[in-house]
């Protein structure tokens, strides 16, 4: 796969990846691991793709996710419109931040 993102807003998003690996495991202190288990899994996830060179792009559709969905939450796994479908089936989505 290409990059999708220049070598900087890559770092920046493994910046943003681990801050929220630190907050969630600050926060995991003070509640049941059974309720952060799947942030848990999310974050766990999206460092590995990110470590497989496929981080930033959409595990439905494989287009890439644009760098502001990924810098406000680094473990989403999908694309808006991706996101969109999954939750509501049956409603057609806005066109989001899907790149051509």
């Given at each position: 796969m290409e990059p999708c993102f220049?070598?900087?807003e890559l770092e920046q998003l493994r910046e943003a990846l681990y801050a929220e690996l630190r907050r969630h495991?600050?926060?995991?202190?003070?509640?049941?691991?059974v309720a952060t288990a799947g942030r848990t899994r999310r974050l766990v996830d999206a460092v590995r793709r990110m470590e497989d060179g496929?981080?930033?792009?959409?595990?439905?559709?494989?287009?890439?996710i644009p760098f502001a969905r990924?810098?406000?939450?680094p473990d989403v796994p999908t694309c808006?419109?991706?996101?969109?479908?999954?939750?509501?089936?049956?409603?057609?989505?806005?066109?989001g931040?899907?790149?051509?």
């Open positions: 220049t070598p900087a495991a600050h926060a995991m202190t003070r509640v049941p691991a496929v981080y930033g792009y959409c595990l439905r559709c494989r287009r890439a990924l810098a406000a939450m808006i419109d991706c996101s969109w479908a999954q939750e509501f089936p049956h409603h057609q989505p806005p066109r931040d899907v790149a051509p």
